[in-house]
């Protein structure tokens, strides 16, 4: 029988179509999925779509729809993407399915029951977006830790389950089982910033909003997010408190969770603790996943600076996105992706190196033999050389899947691809095919070639599913399984190969970029031409409500203030101004001491175009009065209006 092998993803919140940075978590864990097929596992992969929360239910009433319709719209948008990306999933869970909804409940009863939930009333503040409540000292300049957004005042009645009453338990999980959290810097984050300092019960149910899972015994209640999300891991397989199926026996506990590392902290601590309270085994492992950012920078609508993978895959083909995303991403550290480095890696990696080998190889055993495999009679020590790349690329390539290092997997494979290409410089044969008597030896060459090929063409596999199908079609191989990389001798003597095809046809990286940018100029909303008014007297000095509405004035504080180095007039000033922060340099050294001004608050010019002063960059102004021609006043502003409101 062979050992199962239980996968997941997070599944997906179905509230807007997903960016690629996303989507790279489904294309990691079907890699996965694929290799531990490969060898011989029993796998089952399961994803999905979460889809309550109070984040959908008001997106649905701007749309004008119901919530299920909303829902029904994205969540048919995101298994679109991930079938398009080549996902070979098994279960594909949405949070609205009728059975997870009705288990759902029966575990919300069994832990009230247990006497693990109860109710009470939560009092804090709320993060929309995130669905997370905060403590005022969780806040980070007043907003959320989490996105950075406003949180909201919130006051209702509310279950809770108690986490803190398992929390030594996890402790000495975590401590007794070390491969649990992966990569080590997520344990130690998780364990430092969470477990050490205490955890706080859990609230599990909502009374402010509809859509979710009611409390089937106090109807005017929801079942809270992740007590509804995570739970989709058992549900998926069948778990039932009052008997579950034989499929989630079978693969329950789960071998893995995919997960991102921004959601960390439910997966480690929310789940495990919950699970304990089932009396359930906990999963084996899980892997938080850097995130893949856009440049430099997260990706953001606001930003605009969001690719989309379906985008991706009709500039570049679905193939050779799967290939950037696997192979771009470091283990731990957060992965960029721009369009000019996916051209510069398809060119350099797919169409020079892979492509390359290949094509030239079917090109020259139908050139030289008439497409028929020769026998490799004439060995020479440089062939053992071929042979132990192979080998070594093999053993790295299983290695480093086993740690779900996919780049380090495939740098293992392209580097043997390349000693292929270098083999070819090195036999040379094209001078080979010039005197009968070497071809003998061309012919041992191209089967070493061509079994050099399948050896990559079966290691590519996981990542490029169709890729290597191509290859081995071409080299007329059905040998396709991690066990037929044993000996160097997988292709059939006598066999026929196909007909070269470009892999990947190389890219004018100038063209490509411009066709894109036409693209992203062409789907921007086009603007509406402003209607002609007859022009208008005006006195001089007077301005209109338009001219004002310009003008962006806001409050800060004063947090740092020091003065700039050669200059008896400029101040620098360190200013929360309730967003990211801001440096503003002002000319008002002559009235003001540094020590003076630090914790005031004043009005600042917040879009003002930034500038430098005495090589020091401003990105404000601070209002202030010019009292007498030797006198100015900074206008400071009442303690009690916090920072970032607007002056209007």
């Known amino acids: 029988m062979k050992e199962k092998y239980y996968l997941t993803t997070a599944i997906a919140y179905a509230s807007r179509k997903p960016h690629i940075g996303n989507t790279y ?19 089952h992969f399961c994803t999905g ?54 288990v759902v409940q029966k575990i919300f009863k069994k832990l009230y029951d247990k006497g693990d939930i109860y109710k009470s009333e939560y009092e804090g503040m709320y993060c929309t977006p995130c669905e997370s409540f905060w403590t005022p000292t969780q806040l980070v300049d007043g907003k959320c830790p989490d996105c950075g957004r406003e949180v909201v005042p919130t006051k209702e009645e509310a279950y809770f389950f108690r986490m803190s009453k398992y929390q030594d338990r996890l402790m000495q999980y975590i401590q007794d089982h070390p491969e649990f959290i992966q990569p080590k810097s997520r344990e130690n984050e998780m364990v430092n910033n969470f477990l050490k300092p205490g955890l706080q019960d859990l609230c599990v149910s909502r009374t402010s909003f509809k859509w979710g899972i009611p409390v089937d015994f106090d109807p005017k209640h929801v079942v809270y997010v ?7 891991y058992i549900t998926a397989l069948g778990y039932d408190p009052d008997g579950s199926s034989e499929t989630f026996e079978k693969y329950w506990p789960a071998d893995v969770h995919i997960i991102g590392k921004d959601i960390l902290r439910f997966h480690t601590i929310y789940w495990p603790i919950m699970l304990m309270a089932l ?11 850097p995130w893949l950012l856009s440049g430099q920078d997260k990706m953001s609508k606001s930003i605009g600076n969001v690719i989309y993978a379906d985008d991706l895959s009709r500039q570049f083909s679905m193939e050779a996105v799967r290939f950037y995303l696997l192979s771009e ?33 079917v090109t020259m055993v139908n050139k030289y033999f008439e497409g028929s495999v020769c026998e490799p009679t004439a060995k020479e020590p440089l062939d053992e050389e071929l042979v ?41 044969p094209w001078s080979l095919a010039k005197e009968v008597s070497s071809m003998p030896r061309l012919g041992t060459v191209l089967y070493n070639l061509l079994e050099g090929i399948r050896w990559i063409a079966v290691m590519l596999s996981p990542f490029m599913p169709d890729t290597s199908k191509e290859i081995l079609a071409q080299i007329n191989s059905s040998l396709d399984s991690l066990d037929s990389l044993e000996g160097f001798n997988g292709i059939q003597v006598g066999s026929k190969v196909g007909q070269p095809k ?18 992203i100029e062409a789907a921007k909303p086009k603007k509406e031409a402003p209607k002609k008014q007859q022009k208008k007297e005006t006195v001089p000095g007077v301005i209109t409500i338009d001219d004002f509405a310009k003008v962006q004035l806001c409050v800060a504080q004063i947090k740092e203030c020091v003065k700039v180095e050669k200059s008896d007039k400029l101040l620098k000033l360190q200013l929360d101004d309730g967003a990211a922060g801001r440096q ?65």
Not at 86 to 97: A, E, K, L, P, V
Not at 226 to 232: F, G, K, Q, V
Not at 279 to 289: A, M, R, S, V, Y
């Open 25 to 43: 978590e489904i294309v990691l864990a079907d890699a996965i999925a694929r290799f531990k097929r490969m060898q011989g596992y029993d796998v």
């Open 49 to 102: 779509t979460d889809e309550h929360g109070q984040k959908v239910e008001e997106l649905a009433k701007s749309a004008g729809i119901s919530p299920q319709q909303y829902v029904d719209q994205v969540s048919g948008e995101i298994k679109q993407i991930w079938d398009l990306m080549g996902s070979s999933y098994d279960t594909f869970i949405r949070t609205t399915d009728p059975y997870h909804e009705k």
């Open 226 to 232: 992740w007590l509804d999300a995570l739970t989709n």
């Open 279 to 289: 009396d359930l085994p906990l999963p084996k492992q899980i892997f938080g996943h």
């Open 329 to 361: 991403m470091p283990y731990a550290q957060d992965g960029s992706i721009t369009y000019e480095n996916v051209i510069t890696r398809y060119n350099s990696e797919l169409a020079n190196t892979l492509g390359n080998l290949v094509n030239r190889t």
């Open 388 to 428: 132990s790349a192979a080998k070594t690329a093999k053993e790295k390539f299983i290695s480093c899947m086993e740690a779900f290092k996919t780049s380090d997997a495939i740098d293992a494979i392209m580097t043997f691809a390349r000693r292929c290409n270098k083999y070819i410089d090195e036999t040379t």
């Open 502 to 519: 470009a892999l990947f046809a190389r890219i004018d990286e100038a063209k490509k970029l411009a066709e894109i940018q036409a693209e």
């Open 584 to 648: 503003v340099v002002s000319g008002i050294a002559t009235w003001y001491k540094p020590e003076d001004l630090i914790g005031k608050k004043v009005i600042i010019v917040s879009n003002l175009k930034p500038a430098k002063l005495r090589g020091v960059e401003s990105q404000g102004m601070i209002l202030a009065a010019d009292c007498s021609e030797k006198e100015v006043k900074v206008l400071f502003v009442d303690e009690s209006i916090p920072c970032g409101a607007k002056i209007r």
